[in-house]
């Protein structure tokens, strides 16, 4: 098949495998683009091939040099680059032509510039900056496990100081901070019924009760050293004293809150009909 000397361009079609007969294909002097189809190496009866003179780019296909007839091998004139394969009719330097592409290079004698000799030494370089990659990445690892591990020391060791030791508060169950989130909606101001000296109360539904109840969060940055002495004077007075219009403590909180700040909180029981202060201040 001979179509040499022709004004053709476009890619060489891959289908072309499917001509089992050609023996001797002459493509040179065309506008041929694109890259070498591999499928030539599956044109089984393939001898002479001509490709030269053209503006053919990308690599030699590797499978070019497992056809086991091949004679003559012409990619003379073209924009080929990288390393020419080393095996098959390669190895034949009378039979293969390849001048007149700049960025092809040969490990054998074929004309053509020697390829980088620096391959093993770069694969070291390459090889030397891995493991230094990869150590940068074990001591980044090991820095944030330091890190996490340090940062959950000192939250355990305030979840250990904040644990309330008073007779008068143990006796109640105790309650996470995320139960009282969940029940307030995020402390959502508008479930806030009041607010005084020592923090904020807030309505709330917890899931384990069936009534709404009333959440007292007490300011700590500016109580903190009398947190606790409030809770437990609270919980002594309203154990002591019975009254029906008292409200009765429920549960009670001793933790930290999502940014791992120490949070206490009592709960109690919810009465309607707002805050005694308004019914003692009415107009």
């Known amino acids: 098949m001979d179509v040499s000397h022709n004004n053709l361009s476009g890619e060489i079609p891959s289908a072309i495998e499917n001509c089992e007969s050609i023996e001797r294909l002459f493509v040179q002097r065309n506008s041929f683009q694109g890259s070498i189809p591999s ?4 044109i089984k009866g393939l001898r002479e091939l001509d490709l030269s003179c053209n503006s ?14 091949f004679q003559y091998l012409n990619l003379s004139y073209n924009n080929l ?10 190895r034949n330097t009378t039979a293969v032509s390849l001048i007149g592409n700049p960025l092809l290079c040969a490990t054998m004698d074929l004309h053509l510039p020697k390829c980088a000799t620096t391959r093993p030494a770069s694969s070291s370089h390459h090889s ?3 493991r230094v990659r990869l150590a940068i990445i074990a001591a980044s690892a090991s820095l944030s496990l330091l890190l996490l591990l340090s940062s959950n020391n000192n939250i355990n060791k305030k979840k250990q100081s904040l644990v309330v ?11 996470s901070y995320y139960d009282l989130h969940k029940a307030t909606n995020g402390f959502s101001p508008d479930n806030v019924l009041g607010s005084g000296g020592f923090g904020t109360v807030y309505r709330g ?3 384990r009760i069936e009534a709404p109840v009333a959440v007292k969060v007490l300011d700590l940055l500016r109580h903190e050293d009398r947190a606790h002495k409030s809770i ?6 309203l154990r002591s004293i019975r009254h029906r219009n008292l409200v009765k403590v429920v549960s009670f909180c001793s933790s930290v809150d999502r940014g791992g700040s120490d949070f206490k909180a009592l709960v109690f029981e919810y009465m309607e009909n707002g805050s005694l202060e308004d019914w003692l201040h009415r107009n």
């Open 205 to 207: 539904k917890l899931d």
């Open 81 to 90: 680059r990288c390393e020419v394969p080393s095996g098959g009719i390669f």
């Open 128 to 130: 030397v900056t891995r």
């Open 39 to 42: 499928s030539l190496a599956s």
């Open 165 to 175: 030791e008073d007779p008068a508060i143990d006796q109640f169950a105790r309650v």
């Open 232 to 237: 437990a004077a609270e919980c002594n007075a």
């Open 56 to 69: 053919l780019t990308g690599e030699i296909p590797q499978q070019l040099q497992d056809v086991k007839d």
